[in-house]
DNA sequence: CTGTTAGCGCTTTCAG
DNA sequence: CTGAAAGCGCTAACAG
């Protein structure tokens, strides 16, 4: 592994003129250089990024958190925002939060030993009260969510919005009792979600049951579940909102192992719009988030708040309802 | 930000004494260790990796190199994988291989510049001639696929099996004009798996048919297209064979979208067994591949090639065929 | 335009 | 049991 050292040698020069020309910085002969180019050839040099990190105290790695790699939306986020980090020079550093069992705490540490610059969130706990601690120390943006009142970069959709959105459309379809399969409570965006399905409730005249109300882990499992149990306990309802595709896949499972028929039993909408959304029976109506879009913002966020230029901060997106063939008028 | 000269300042010792406390290696008086422990409490000071990685010339990073995060077979692999690294001590930097347009050329030049210590590829595309070169100077493993008369550690199911295990169950079906919708012609695995589906059909007496094996890129439009192709084209067949699950989702839309009743007109067959393989209509049956198994052996070996242990090569772990719902009889 | 020099933060001989 | 000192590979002042 030849150093810079060796084709300081090889060149004949010292090893200042080596880290310019590999640097592009300062003057340099034209001939020098190019003996210097020969030797770097010559040996197969690469600068080590090893040195480099210490000298410069950085290491050109984010890392980015998430909540569910196996979730193709997650994947496609995670996909673009490797993309963007790429073209900036940086490379990311990959941790699935919850189900790996890292704590908030172990995750500071991980900054504390300054492996990484930064970091970008896909999801954000409330109860991760170290985020305004982690903020305030490094580089931290919050990607398809948000924490309020908490001066730190994100880059999210308007959740209260989309469900505003979908709301609408299944209340104009004449359903009034509406399934809510959530997320975890202590998660913003299910929080989110949840006042939106209240507030739309609120303008249609219509209470908020709570029993209408499902929590669910993340996983068709968990939407199967909690829809086995509403219709187990003969709950009335004609629509289920799941926030997530991952969890409709689920909901109409349990709703056709049940002899009942999507959409025109029960009306199923998801939330994200992965790739087969579109491919399932039915074809899932759905909310779009823009992945792409989300991915570019963060990582230009995160460049931005690296270079200490303070982010506009919450950043929204547009989403937008895509209406496939998972909802029907209510039969009368 | 403290460093290990603070530390040794406070606590009255040299930084050689702080060192070894924070490594727990050589001896230190008892007193003098409660000493350092104090300081370094009081300071909240966290060593840094960049300079340990400097002195060790070690990343403890491995580059994860997939073929697509969105799949979420790959994102299980990659999770559990991240999730035993961890374990070691060891962090993962995500690639996607083909779709971010990384050449194996830029893979190399990372490697090089040490920014990582080694790499586990979940794809193995026989192009990548490099991989000799690249395994020769830095721990490689390959998990999912192998190289064959290439010397390199890698862990996978053995493809072959586990096709020709679907086809038996196809054919046991009385099925005879089975379509193979294929992944790319210069992927390992691919390659396997059109052995599998020639071998059980030479066994059956039949002869393959190259019209009725199709190359598929891992998108779910992509199968889609394939079978429509081959509908539009009045093929008689009565079952597909997916290489992948999410290709399986395609397919079977296709089918429908035709008019055709998936299983009763056409069975189909999936692989991998991802999480809502179960879920969709009909519940699929597919090939499962041991995710987690898989991950675990391929960070085990991998460790075991930075040790310089020689690794057992190609390492076979056991698949198994989940029959679930989504074939039936030929009917006659 | 180029070289000398001083570290970045840590681990590891080598002495004592 | 502890300290001094060397040095991992590189960049960035600072001189010249």
């Known amino acids: 592994m030849a150093t810079i050292h060796d084709v300081a040698r090889v060149a004949g020069v ?8 590999i640097n592009d910085t300062g003057y340099v002969k034209h001939e020098t250089r190019e003996r210097v180019d020969a030797a770097i050839a010559q040996l ?6 090893i ?3 210490l000298r410069q105290s950085k290491t050109n790695i984010v890392m980015v958190i998430v909540p569910e790699i196996t979730n193709p939306f997650v994947g496609d986020v995670v996909r673009h925002i490797e993309l963007y980090a790429r073209s900036f020079g940086y490379s990311i550093l990959l941790h699935e939060y919850m189900r790996n069992g890292m704590t908030a705490e172990q995750t500071l540490r991980f900054v504390e030993a300054r492996r990484i610059d930064g970091m970008i969130f896909l999801t954000a706990e409330a109860k991760l009260k170290e985020f305004e601690q982690l903020s305030a120390k490094w580089p931290t943006v ?4 948000y924490v309020d009142h ?7 959709i308007d959740n209260i919005a989309a469900t505003l959105d979908v709301m609408h459309y299944l209340l104009a379809l004449g359903h009034r009792d509406i399934l809510l399969v959530n997320g975890a409570a202590d998660n913003i965006s299910s929080r989110d979600r949840l ?6 409730l609120e303008q249609a005249g219509l209470a908020l049951d709570p029993a209408y109300v499902y929590q669910a882990v993340a996983t068709p499992e968990s939407a199967y579940a909690c829809v086995s149990q509403a219709l187990r306990a003969e709950m009335c309802f004609t629509a289920v909102f799941c926030v997530s595709d991952v969890l409709a896949i689920g909901a109409i499972k349990a709703l056709r192992d049940h002899g009942l028929n999507v959409p025109t039993d029960v009306s199923v909408v998801g939330f994200d719009d992965i790739a087969f959304a579109a491919f399932l029976d039915p074809p899932l109506t759905t ?5 792409g879009e989300i991915a570019k913002r963060a990582m230009e966020m995160w ?5 200490g230029e303070s982010a506009q901060y919450p950043v929204l997106l547009r989403h937008e309802l895509i209406i496939r063939s998972s909802c029907a008028q209510k039969r009368t």
Chains 1, 2 share one sequence.
């Open 195 to 200: 006042r939106g399905y209240r507030i739309a």
């Open 150 to 156: 908490l001066a730190i970069a994100s880059v999210s």
């Open 287 to 291: 909310v779009r988030q823009p992945a």
């Open 142 to 145: 919050l990607a398809c969510e």
């Open 44 to 49: 197969d040099f690469h600068p080590s990024a």
């Open 303 to 307: 460049m931005q708040v690296c270079a």
């Open 14 to 21: 010292s090893i200042a003129t080596v880290s310019r020309v």
């Open 51 to 53: 040195g480099r990190n």
